[in-house]
DNA sequence: ATATATTTTTAAGTGAACTTAAATATTAAA
DNA sequence: TTTAATATTTAAGTTCACTTAAAAATATAT
């Protein structure tokens, strides 16, 4: 049986309102890879402890202090993932896992020394922004999946998504990797699939892995 | 209700045995703060699991197994000892409990790293000798408690004690420190007290804090 | 608009690590 | 060596975060 703390919830409910617009259930456990019943439990349990609002088959928001709750807890995690890929050289993509454990055994002051000692650091070693200790994030572009650009377009690589550890062994293989600039070649309607032109290579991404790379574009 | 691992528990029969000779469940229950019918319990499963010898109402040995998890974990601790004391630099007092979530939530990878990052300490900041990976810890003079030297004896502070905080927090008011060379001034038979002179300075010690204090004699 | 499919919730149950209280062993003292 | 004190174990019960299966609500398709 997998053990999931209140802590994954909340961070899970933040960021699948990114990706999804409404959040279910449904898409919660599928997530974190449990049952939907258990997710009905537990938003049972955030809501009388007011972390979210939560009525019977509607849908879930974050109160105003859940949401405070997740951010620190993905302050966390993205201060954890870049200590243990610019400070111990680890693999990228075995990061996210590692610092999925270490955010819910770390104290504020510690993570605050650490955002400290790595000098502040604005975006993580997947380009996902780091909230402050007040939990505002740092300014940026807006960035765009990779899968909704056409032809000719231009931009540069700012952000893949860390959900599949396969996804960043693969994007890594090809090449890529953040602050790249590239151009689309070719995109082929049939399968969504791109073809972008970095440097003097070629790459062909199916649309699954281009949906989870996100770009800036140039303007 | 605190929530205790199997890891704790080999940890704890591990340090327990160094400090106590024989290891009784009450001794555990004690040093990890729960019921005695809890300790019974897991020793069963840690028994079946083949990581201590356990027979009722008898003594608890660690098994060789049992032993290499144990030395693992220390392992674990004082690496992040280290670190959170040498890199992030946070007190001397508050390291100990925070090592003690980490080092249930970083892999042998991750720990193998912050090793090597570490530039492979030998000791963590309380004085304690790191196990390598290999489980064998570094060579060390013997070390004897403060409270058992006599007058006149001198020595130099080795280790103290970080089962209580309150102790460091003491001790470092005090002027303690790792490394110090002092000579005992006088001990005083009717409370065990010991009074030690170090640079200066004459610190009186009671019993409990002198025996939480080990030192190198001279020889 | 009704039937069907999907999603969500409820109900009942599990396993892990506890708890307290009572029963049983062991150890220490008279 | 018998009794008293202490330590340990057993028994029964709790909590937490799950599970599966069935029931209920909502969404989709014809």
Redesign the pocket.
Known sequence: ??????E??LSAIYKLRDEAGEI????I?EN??????????????LSTDGFVQ?????GIKLTAKGERYAVHMIRKHRLWETFLFEVLKMPWEKIHSEAEKLEHSSSDELVDKLEEYLNYPKFDPHGYPIPDKNGSLPKHKPVIALSELRKNDKGTIARISDFKSELLVYAAKQGLSLGQKFTVKDKLDFDGSVIIKINTNEVSLSKKIASNIFIVMEE
Request: aromatic share 10%; hydrophobic share 35%; proline share 6%.
């Open positions: 049986m997998k053990n999931i703390s209140k994954d919830y279910k259930p449904n898409i456990a974190l890879e449990i049952s939907p019943a258990a997710v009905t439990d537990m938003l049972k349990k939560y009525k019977k088959y509607k």
